[in-house]
């Protein structure tokens, strides 16, 4: 049976990092999403196309079949929720952690002594919800959609929950690690329907990023 896949990726980090996985399954792509305005990118493999979403849409293209897997931070998918996902493969890319982070001069340690109620900015608010709830430390949580590191440097907000990776985005703003929540990287998402209805021709896909990561 001619079975054709759709991969949804977003550009930049995990776009970057999934080509050598792809190259390990045989798969190539040509084109280069930072230069071409095109959102659907051909593979030297007929049947396979690659579609360019923002990394927090990867888990909705992929739970509704319009993708068939895709490549999504574990940051996203605990707030995605990941129904309708099968993660087989941790592909140990695009790594940092989740932390909480706040103004050089805020002392968090005495404030969470005291039972203060802080007010925290973050784009992850499921993970940042259980966080303190499991610390018991009462906090309004303010959504925003990016650059949680100017929250507290306006006042908006006494502490952040956001991504770190090399830290220089938290030095550059005054900022200071208080708390690692998790690690993070990117996981291979699969729609439940396709493992079983497209599963020859994905299931060798599957084992070479499994190799593939497992080698880095
Ligand atoms: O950027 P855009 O708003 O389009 O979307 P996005 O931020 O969701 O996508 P993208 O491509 O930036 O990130 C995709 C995935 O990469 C995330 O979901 C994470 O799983 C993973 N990842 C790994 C990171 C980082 N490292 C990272 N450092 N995502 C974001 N960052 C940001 C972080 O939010 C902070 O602003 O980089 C800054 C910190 O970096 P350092 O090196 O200064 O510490
Ligand atoms: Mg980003």
Sequence with gaps: MNQSLTLALSKGRIFDETL?????????????????????????????????VRASDVPTYVQYGAAD????GKDVLLEHGGEGLYQPVDLNIAKCRMSVAVSAGFDYASAVRQGARLRVATKYLKVAREHFAAKGVHVDLIKLYGSMELGPLVGLSDAIVDLVSTGSTLRANHLVEVEQIMDISSRLVVNRAALKTKREKLQPIIEAFERAARSE
């Design 69 to 72: 897997f895709g490549v999504a």
């Design 20 to 52: 050598p996985l792809l190259e390990a399954a045989g798969i190539k792509v040509t084109d280069d999403p930072e230069k071409s305005r095109k959102l659907i990118l051909p593979t030297s493999d007929p049947a396979i196309r690659v579609v360019i």
